[in-house]
């Protein structure tokens, strides 16, 4: 096959041509393709501007909350989505100690999301949905929850209890 | 290498995708084929920019009239490259129709509408309309005050069709009003019918031309051949190159503005269509009372049908460019006629709806500043603050950050440290303002307002607000009138004046109150017409409250 092409090899100069304009047609699209999806990606990706600092919300008078038991406790909160602020109704599972320190848990169970809850009689949290079990510092005993609850940032004024943002447990996974 | 080669192969045995891509750009086409035939890939590429950022812009989009403001906001404001993707869409749909004209024209004046390619010709036509329809759909979705006077308009003008008017009223949902089922309706029509139809017209469009052959000059069939790739590919694609490069600067350099949300008690507002519906604007004020049908309704679709039935009513023989007369008179009236109407319309709009409105896609905490505080960012500026001072950590390091100091907060502290700085920081390298007690007072009112969240909305208050309010403060206005809730009420206050007054008659009131409001205790005042302008103009930028 080899000597066929070169017996038959075409002016140079027709050829220069051809591959010239082969290239200027891939360079072109391949720039304009880049102008357009660089665009498109920085616009999907990057996250909003202006987005504001989650506050801190009021979950309400910590001395109403009865110490050593775990308490489901609701407040509103404003959650900033895309183009709306929403007021939304959150809860939080607040533990307070007898030396008035305080651990809020993040309601959803850390393997799938479910709202799970305490179970009075077994000193435990229970997860309906998978059957994952924690001890009442968020550690997990039992079932396929990968790590121990989330818990919000907390602060206390006088006797009001404040809800920061949501964040992982500092403790290592059982 | 032969591992690439040999899957496009397996895939080419059993799709037959190589071979189809190359029979298509192994096309034959004339000799004489060459730079005047880019224009319908321009066309057809302008068509996919259009669907790639119209694509992009529904995914963070509401459409609905609550909320179709403020998701265009968030995609202009907070998202990254949000403004580029609208600037490209809006500015491509303006391409689109010059590129679909301007291969029409093309077509037009070498006669390639003839026999055989008169349904390739009445298929084009149909996508010319499709085109103008997306602008007409596409105008509404903004929901700014510019898309609810326009669409009102265009609504009314097809409820004014013989026969036809009250079924497109009620198609369009416009029997009680713009509202939700006309918006869903514009929204359905612009991203669910308009392009899966514009596909397959442009699919019928390209079989046809690819059928009958790219149309060849007088005396070029007995030449050779050519192949469309890859020479006329490339002059395509330079061609192509060439458009988005221009549309590109356009969506960077030229800001689409987001007006007001659209306001059905808006009285001043003068609205205007999109450019290149200008020209029937201004012919449809040729006819007035009974005989208006005819200048929105009859004589332009006669014009659609003549253009529809050019093959028909055109039968020559094909003749070399160059001796087409005729064709080449017909589109210089043509566009002589449009290019008349157009500017007459741009002449005839009043110069306060041409003047730039407030772009409401910027941060406008500025509006909520009272003139005061207003006046102290004129003096900001103009004493240059920011040479020496940085505002939430952008700027200067030889003063401290003017969103930190929380020290010495208020306004007497400041006013004696603007006076003689050194007196109250003995070693302080900053020198004495001069300016009047009141416009220290000014500045020191701004500078309390100042914090981190609003320093970048409050820097970006537009000139003629900042003007405007230096001109209120100088002639005392709030000695009478109130604005956001500062000043006293003698007078009305002023939040909301757009709404109840035009430009003109407040400007005029200003010269001459006693004439406008009889027994007003108002003096005349007389401004220069810079000064009169920015106070109007940022009067009527007052939130409504």
Redesign the interface.
């Known amino acids: 096959m080899d000597h066929v092409q070169t017996t038959d090899h075409q002016p140079p100069a027709g050829e220069t041509r051809?591959s010239f304009?082969?290239a200027?047609?891939y360079g072109?699209?391949g720039?304009?393709t880049a102008?357009?999806a660089a665009?498109?990606l920085?616009?999907?990706l990057?996250p909003?501007?202006?987005?504001r600092q989650s506050e801190w919300v009021d979950a309400g008078d910590l001395s109403q909350v009865p110490a050593g038991t775990p308490v489901e406790v609701t407040f509103r909160r404003n959650r900033v989505d895309?183009?709306?602020v929403s007021s939304e109704k959150g809860t939080a599972w607040v533990l307070k100690s007898a030396s008035n320190q305080v651990v809020a848990y993040g309601p959803e169970c850390t393997h799938l999301g479910c709202a799970y809850h305490w179970d009075n009689g077994k000193n435990e949290f229970v997860c309906p949905c998978h059957n994952s079990i924690f001890a009442i510092d968020g550690r997990v005993i039992g079932g396929p929850a990968p790590r121990p609850l989330d818990r919000f940032a907390t602060r206390i004024e006088g006797n009001k209890l404040l809800l920061g943002p949501l964040q992982a447990s500092p403790e290592k996974s059982a | 290498m032969n591992q690439i080669n040999g899957i496009i192969e397996w895939l080419d045995h059993r799709t037959g995708i190589q071979t189809a891509a190359r029979r298509f750009l192994y096309e034959d086409i004339p000799d004489s084929s060459g730079w005047h035939q880019v224009l319908g890939s321009v066309a057809m590429f302008s068509f996919l920019?259009q669907v790639?950022t119209g694509i992009?812009l529904a995914?963070?989009y509401?459409p609905t009239p609550g909320?179709a403001y403020?998701?265009l906001?968030?995609i202009l404001?907070?998202?990254?490259?949000?403004r580029?993707?609208r600037g490209l869409h809006h500015w491509g749909a303006s391409m689109m129709i010059v590129v679909v004209v301007l291969h029409m024209v093309q077509v037009f004046v070498y006669g390639a509408y003839k026999k055989p390619r008169e349904a390739t010709w009445m298929v084009g036509i149909v996508l010319l309309l499709l085109t103008l329809a997306y602008g007409l759909t596409g105008y509404l979705l903004p929901w700014d005050n510019r898309a609810y006077f326009g669409t009102v308009v265009s609504t009314q003008i097809a409820a004014t069709a013989p026969v036809l008017g009250p079924y497109l009223t009620q198609l369009l949902g416009s029997q009680n009003g713009i509202g939700v089922v006309t918006f869903a309706r514009f929204f359905g029509l612009h991203v669910l019918l308009l392009p899966p139809l514009t596909m397959l017209l442009i699919g019928v469009h390209v079989y046809l031309v690819r059928k009958h052959g790219v149309a060849p000059a007088p005396g070029d069939e007995t030449l050779p051949k050519k192949k469309f790739y890859?020479?006329q590919?490339?002059k395509d694609?330079?061609a192509?190159?060439i458009a988005?490069i221009i549309l590109?600067t356009m969506a960077v350099a030229i800001r689409v503005p987001l007006e007001q949300l659209a306001d059905p008690t808006d009285t001043a507002y003068i609205p205007r269509p999109e450019w290149y519906f200008l020209f029937l604007f201004q012919f449809l004020k040729f006819f007035n009372g009974p005989l208006e049908v005819v200048g929105s309704m009859v004589l332009p679709g006669l014009a659609v049908l003549l253009l529809l039935l050019v093959p028909f009513i055109d039968r020559t023989q094909m003749v070399k460019v160059t001796r087409r007369g005729f064709a080449f008179g017909f589109v210089a009236l043509a566009a002589i006629g449009w290019g008349s109407l157009t500017a007459a319309a741009v002449i005839t709009t009043p110069a306060e709806a041409r003047e730039v409105a407030v772009d409401y896609s910027a941060p406008t905490d500025w509006m909520q500043l009272s003139p005061e505080e207003m006046a102290g960012v004129a003096y900001f500026r103009r004493e240059n603050c920011l040479s020496c001072h940085a505002v939430n950590g952008s700027g200067s390091q030889i003063g401290p950050d003017l969103t930190r100091t929380t020290i010495h907060r208020n306004a007497a502290w400041m006013i004696q440290h603007f006076k003689s700085p050194q007196g109250i920081r003995p070693g302080s390298s900053m020198p004495a303002i001069q300016l009047s007690d009141a416009q220290l007072n000014s500045l020191a009112a701004f500078l309390l307002k100042l914090n981190p969240d609003n320093a970048t909305a409050l820097q970006n208050a537009p000139e003629f607000a900042v003007q405007g309010a230096l001109v209120y403060q100088a002639n005392g206005c709030s000695d009478c009138h109130k604005v956001n809730g500062v000043g006293m009420e003698i007078g009305p206050a002023l939040n909301g004046v757009s709404k109840r007054r035009s430009r003109s008659w407040v400007e005029e009131h200003f010269a001459n109150p006693e004439k406008l409001s009889p027994g007003t205790s108002m003096p005349p005042f007389k401004f220069a017409k810079t000064d009169q302008e920015n106070l109007t103009t940022y009067l009527f930028s007052l939130p409504d409250k």
């Open positions: 051809r304009y082969v200027a047609i072109i699209w720039l304009i102008a357009l665009p498109a920085i616009y999907l990057v909003p501007r202006l987005r895309g183009w709306k | 920019v790639f992009l995914f963070n509401a909320d403020n998701s906001r968030y404001t907070e998202l990254t490259g949000g580029l993707i890859p020479q590919v490339f694609t330079i192509i190159f988005f590109f």
